[in-house]
């Protein structure tokens, strides 16, 4: 990572990550707080997986779609979607361009248990 814990403005492009995603760690910068930033393409999203706390996702642009539990939830642009602690759950974007959202860990550590 070429970012520094002493950094108070991080670029998100200097975060790790892939095509899809931005991850921004709050351990490595002192804060109590991880989140990814996601950007994923038509089709895509990851494997079902749960975490011990809550994740909270604002859908920024796009259209998504939510299995969480035995559910399933259509989101869009504007919304807001709150998955329980360790509820199992995943996304897929399902609309004609790329979702952009927010995945927020309220944990300076994120822990993810992978089901599939």
């Known amino acids: 990572m070429t970012c520094k814990r ?8 200097r975060l790790p990550g892939s095509e899809n ?20 393409r038509p089709g895509t999203g990851p494997d079902l997986h749960r975490h011990p706390y809550e994740e ?6 796009g259209k998504v779609r939510f299995a969480i539990g035995e559910k399933t939830l259509e989101a869009m642009a504007g ?3 709150v ?9 897929v974007s399902t609309g004609s ?4 959202q927010i995945s ?8 993810t248990e992978w089901l599939e």
């Open 6 to 13: 002493s950094d108070y403005a991080i670029n998100i492009d």
């Open 21 to 40: 995603a931005s991850r921004f760690d709050g351990h490595e910068f002192g804060a109590s707080v991880s989140f990814f930033i996601s950007r994923n």
């Open 56 to 61: 909270t996702f604002v859908v920024l642009d």
């Open 79 to 81: 919304q807001i979607v």
């Open 83 to 91: 998955v329980p602690a360790g509820t199992r759950h995943r996304f």
């Open 97 to 100: 361009g790329r979702i952009r």
């Open 104 to 111: 927020i860990h309220p944990a300076a550590w994120m822990e």
